[in-house]
């Protein structure tokens, strides 16, 4: 033990950079463990919509008419941003943001977990990852089935 000591009171500047570099390895690890708890595959999205998950659609109204997922709720970025209380009432159930890539439903979902929700997810590679695995869109702007 002795030995160790000496050699850390000898070398402060090598001690110094392999504590910072262990600290900064932990950090970055921890981040990216929350990031990856933030994304699901489009396999566990099946399963949580199945569960009565709300899927949020952050694209435009033009991306959205050309293929979403079934009940699909069409809210854009700005929109979301600027009025939380849509999510008010939603905030019971799971959430799901879904973007063209990926990357905003990312941003959506961490800030929407700053704000107190847990059960925020993004679906990893959004609707071009949903598409890649041959899941089920609705097209067109009407979703709901008129009754006769």
């Not at 990357?103 to 071009?128: D, H, I």
């Amino acid at each position: 033990m002795e030995t160790y000591l000496e050699f850390a009171s000898n070398h402060q500047f090598l001690v110094s950079a392999l504590l910072f570099s262990f600290f900064f390895l932990i950090f970055f690890e921890l981040r990216r463990k929350s990031q990856e708890v933030a994304q699901i595959e489009p396999q566990a999205a099946v399963q949580l919509i199945n569960a009565e998950a709300v899927v949020i659609d952050l694209r435009s109204a033009e991306a959205f008419s050309r293929g979403h997922i079934v009940n699909a709720k069409n809210i854009q970025l700005d929109e979301l941003e600027m009025d939380n209380k849509k999510l008010g009432k939603l905030a019971k159930k799971p959430i799901l943001t879904v973007c063209e890539a990926g990357m905003n439903s990312t941003r959506t979902v961490n800030k929407l977990r700053k704000s107190g929700m847990e059960r925020v997810y993004g679906l990893k590679g959004g609707m071009a990852a949903w598409t890649q695995a041959n899941l089920p869109l609705v097209t067109g702007k009407k979703t709901k089935r008129k009754n006769k």
